[in-house]
């Protein structure tokens, strides 16, 4: 997952691979030109999902779930979540250098996603989804497919909302649980990232499979959840929050989801106010066609689209 920092342009990224060096993080300035690649330092091969960046530094990982090497040797893939381990963090300036990392520990867990990180003083605060269980157990599922997907059934995972604090000065580390409830793939208003932020947007999965039945509104300043359960069948998608045009607050635009029907053979764009999740959609568009239970999703103003305002007249944007 990479990054994207709206108020430069720029493209945060990291790789990774089974042969040294095992990790590099990278930056794309506006023009896409490759303007900074380093080396960050991994004991071995590992396998990171996402990242977070501040007005100042980007924030990678190293989680103790990672390929078993005495396998790796053999070329097969098995994965395993060494318990006696602990979660790496490294923090490095977003121009940074390899010597100019630090790195900081915590309680072994794994995280598929980050919401946000931003700069408190002289902590770095980063929110994503702790897993207290990051290898479930496949005993008990008669299911080829929950066995199969078992690593990314959100009650399996026992994904929750967390809080990490990394103190530059001291070196020192603060975590805390920020929700019970299990959710995951959380969302925030784009124009908020890497900066102090609000509300996440995530959603909540059927128990035992990767499929979304409602999401979630975390307020992470009163901790208030706001909630919208799917029907029974219906299944959405990660959903993008797309700030109203001319907005004057966080959560003031718009929700934007697209739900998986099985019931009736049939997909639907589902629009909410940002504001009131709870009071259901406020639009409903049928696609022409049925689309697969989706996962990641991203929200672009059409002003950034190439051609967007030269190609179509209005009767030809609604198909006239």
């Known amino acids: 997952h990479p990054k994207v920092d709206d108020r430069t342009g720029e493209l945060l990224f990291f790789n990774y691979s089974k042969q040294a060096p095992f990790m590099h993080y990278g930056v794309v300035d506006a023009t896409n030109e490759l303007v900074h690649y380093v080396d960050v330092p991994l004991p071995g091969p590992r396998l990171p999902h996402d990242m977070a960046f501040t007005d100042n530094y980007a924030i990678l990982n190293d989680f103790p779930l990672f390929w078993e090497p005495e396998y790796l040797e053999r070329n097969a893939h098995v994965a395993r979540f060494h318990r006696d381990l602990p979660s790496r963090f490294a923090v490095i300036p977003r121009r940074g250098q390899t010597s100019q990392i630090q790195w900081f520990e915590a309680d072994p867990t794994y995280v ?30 008669g299911d080829k497919w929950q066995r199969a997907f078992r690593f990314l059934a ?56 990767f ?35 001319g907005s004057t607050g966080e959560d003031d635009g718009y929700l934007v989801t697209i739900t998986t029907d099985m ?58």
């Open 112 to 141: 598929l996603h980050f919401t946000n990180a931003y700069e408190d003083g002289d902590e770095i605060v980063l929110d994503g989804f702790y897993q207290g269980d990051p290898e479930p157990s496949d005993n008990g599922l």
């Open 154 to 209: 959100l009650d399996r995972m026992q994904a929750r909302l967390h809080r990490w604090r990394f103190n530059l000065v001291t070196g020192g580390v603060r975590e805390e649980q920020l929700s019970d409830s299990i959710t995951e793939f959380g969302m925030i208003n784009p124009g908020y990232a890497g900066g102090q932020y609000r509300y996440a947007y995530a959603a909540t999965g059927k128990p035992g499979w």
């Open 211 to 245: 499929l979304f039945d409602g999401l979630v509104k975390h307020d992470l300043q009163t901790g208030a959840e706001e909630r919208y359960a799917f029907a029974d069948g219906v299944y959405g998608s990660e959903t993008a929050m797309a700030p109203r045009v």
């Open 263 to 320: 019931n009736a053979d049939a997909s639907y764009c589902l629009v909410f106010d940002a504001a009131r999740v709870g009071d259901g959609p406020v639009c409903k568009l049928a696609l022409p066609e049925r689309v697969s239970s989706g996962t990641h999703s991203t929200w672009a103003a059409g002003a950034e689209l190439r051609r967007w305002q030269q190609t179509d007249t209005a009767a030809e944007a609604i198909g006239l």
